[in-house]
């Protein structure tokens, strides 16, 4: 490797670090107002970040948003990756880019028409358009780490639990299943952390009651400047960290992805 | 033949996809016992013919029966047949034992019995010890094994070999199928063997389907098929031949004269049917067929290729009235006497050569 190539790395590393660093470093001034670099040290801003209301339910929110609507999209996201991996049918291309169709489009667009749809029938105020919304924002990536797994699976290993006698729910449970295991798990945790950052879609289907942590922290700099915000950035990051390397332990991130072929 | 003890029964069993006919009409009985063997290169048909066995895929024609059996209609999981698949297809998040009791749980069997039958089959192919292993931590050969005992366990009519030897490496694959050979004939289980390696189904086999093109050309035993293929492709694909290019001189009884090389040889007459005395004909020669000789009939050369494989060696042959021509002769001869360049006279005595009109 050349000194230039390994400059660029170091730079481009950098370039990707940056604005984490520097919140993390910012969320340990002592000033009240948010600034770089920091000229004192306290956890002050960490303990208001975690004893603020509007940010402990926001929290709670977010939990139970990603929680329900990374299931959802889990559960519908595994019947579409089979069906459309196992099977021809009318309309299977149009359907497999209408999934996909999220990763294209912004998410201020699905905000607003979801929160428009929503108004038409009268729910713009509760909890199911702010999971709908999710579902469909985290469901491509949902679909991406299904159809890595369903692809690396021997079709073959259905085929011989066939010839032993077991019927097809059967084979289901204790083969296709069990197969995609680190596939669904991986997939949930993948889009329960995309659910648990969204912030530009949640701006249009939440209200006060349902704010989500990222809009509530929106809400909070509107108001404030102080590095309560920061800190809790370091908060997100830490936790996201922790998520990531949990999933990437025990299930091997590049094999979700996708970036690492395991057939042999 | 009755045919009512037949295992296997094909009545006209026939595959299209689409406007591509992979598999003709295909009639096949398979006796108590019998190890057949569907032999053929890459899209022949044969794999076809047996995902239509096995239920894989559902024939457009014709009848097929398991054990006396209708099945055309029947799935997969009630067809009491065993797979041994050439990845093996090991579940691999079930140890050893769990793999080989599959079929038994999926039958109902209680846990007791499981636990005795699984025992019993690891032990014929010598897995005991590896019963807890996960299908990763085994060698190739013992995933082999694994997926035998699993299909075996089960006590299936007919027990299905999809091409199981080709992702081993040389030698482990001759001794994976003595122990298979073994193994097939203690338990006297029928079984369908597809593969495109004439050895291997030279060796194993009471009887060879040759097939290409989706059509079977020739059934019999592998001394048949070698000695009198029935069909030009059959007498190409099996075993190695020079073919000589020669002329019909005339047919009586169930014989052919035809002369080749300035050479006049009797061929069996059947598949020169058709044929009038003087056309153009293809003499098929086993490289055994020839040897080196002193005098009489001969056909004269220069050797421009010489392999020493020990016991034995094959030298190419290049002369001037029949092109190039493949013969065995003993290693320590070949070494001694024939290096490239040596001019070699090869006789025919006792040579049974075959015949088919020119493709």
């Known amino acids: ?264 | 033949m009755s045919g009512i003890d037949d295992v296997l029964r094909l009545d006209g069993v026939g595959k299209k996809f689409g406007a591509f006919t992979a598999l003709h009409e295909a009639w096949l009985r398979v006796q108590p016992g019998e190890f057949v063997t569907l032999l053929g290169p890459s899209g022949c048909g044969k794999t076809t013919l047996l995902n239509l066995i096995a239920g894989f895929l559902e024939a457009d024609a014709g009848e097929i029966f398991i054990g006396g059996k209708l099945v055309t209609q029947t799935p997969v999981w009630e067809r009491d047949i065993g797979i041994v698949f050439q990845s093996y297809a090991l579940f691999p998040h079930m140890d050893v034992a769990k793999n080989v009791g599959y079929g038994l749980r999926a039958r109902g069997v209680s846990r007791a019995e499981e636990a005795a039958r699984v025992a019993e089959a690891l032990a014929m192919v010598r897995l005991s010890a590896l019963a807890d292993r996960k299908p990763r931590q085994l060698s190739g050969g013992q995933q082999q094994r694994v997926a035998l005992a699993r299909a075996l366990v089960i006590r299936p009519s007919l027990l299905l070999l999809d091409e199981p030897f080709s992702a081993l490496d040389r030698n482990l694959r001759m001794e994976m199928q003595f122990e298979l050979k073994e193994i097939q004939l203690k338990l006297g289980v029928t079984t369908i063997f597809v593969t495109h390696d004439q050895g291997e189904a030279m060796s194993m086999s009471d009887r060879i389907a040759v097939m290409s093109e989706g059509r079977i050309l020739q059934l019999d035993t592998p001394e048949a098929v070698y000695r009198r293929p029935a069909h030009r492709f059959v007498a190409g694909f099996i075993g190695d031949a020079t073919v000589l290019r020669g002329r019909l001189l005339g047919m009586q009884g169930g014989k052919a004269g035809v002369s080749a090389a300035g050479v006049t040889f009797s061929v069996p007459a059947a598949p020169l049917e058709g044929v009038a005395p003087g056309a153009d004909i293809d003499v098929f020669l086993r490289p055994e067929h020839l040897h080196p000789a002193e005098g009489g009939e001969a056909l004269e050369g220069t050797v421009v290729s010489r392999a020493y494989l020990g016991d034995r060696a094959e030298l190419l042959v290049e002369t001037p009235g029949a092109g190039r021509v493949l013969l065995r002769v003993p290693g320590l001869a070949a070494l001694e006497r024939w290096g490239v360049g040596a001019p070699i006279r090869m006789g025919f005595a006792g040579a049974e050569p075959v015949a088919f009109p020119t493709g």
Not at chain 1, 115 to 132: F, N
Request: charged share 10%.
């Open chain 1, 1 to 264: 490797m050349t000194t230039a190539f390994r400059l660029l790395v170091v730079l481009l590393l950098a370039f990707v670090l940056m604005p984490a660093v520097v919140a993390c470093i910012a969320a340990f001034d002592t000033r009240a107002l948010i600034a770089f670099p920091p000229v004192g040290f306290t956890w002050r801003w960490f303990v208001r970040a975690l004893t603020y209301e509007d940010f402990q339910i926001g929290f709670v929110n977010s939990l139970h948003v990603a929680a329900i609507a990374s299931s959802i999209a889990i559960i519908v996201g595994s019947a579409v990756a089979y069906a459309i991996d196992r099977y021809d049918f009318a309309g299977k291309r149009v359907l497999e880019a209408i999934l996909l169709a999220p990763l294209a489009i912004p998410h201020f667009t699905i905000g607003l028409g979801a929160l428009i749809v929503a108004y038409q029938v009268g729910m713009a105020r509760g909890w199911s358009v702010v999971v709908a919304c999710h579902v469909v924002l985290v469901l491509p990536f949902v679909l991406r780490s299904l159809y890595v797994s369903l692809k690396n699976m021997d079709p073959r290993l259905e085929a011989a639990a066939l010839s032993l006698g077991a019927k097809p729910w059967r084979v289901l449970l204790t083969v296709t299943l069990p197969g995609l295991a680190p596939g669904l798990a991986g997939g949930w945790i993948f889009a329960a952390i995309l659910s648990f950052n969204e912030f530009t879609a949640s701006l249009f289907v939440t209200v006060q009651r349902t704010q989500t942590l990222p809009v509530a922290m929106y809400n909070y700099v509107r108001e404030y400047a102080d590095p309560s915000m920061a800190a809790l950035s370091a908060l997100y990051i830490l936790l996201t960290t922790v998520l990531l390397t949990v999933a990437n332990r025990f299930l091997g991130l590049g094999r979700i992805l996708g970036t690492e072929d395991v057939r042999h």
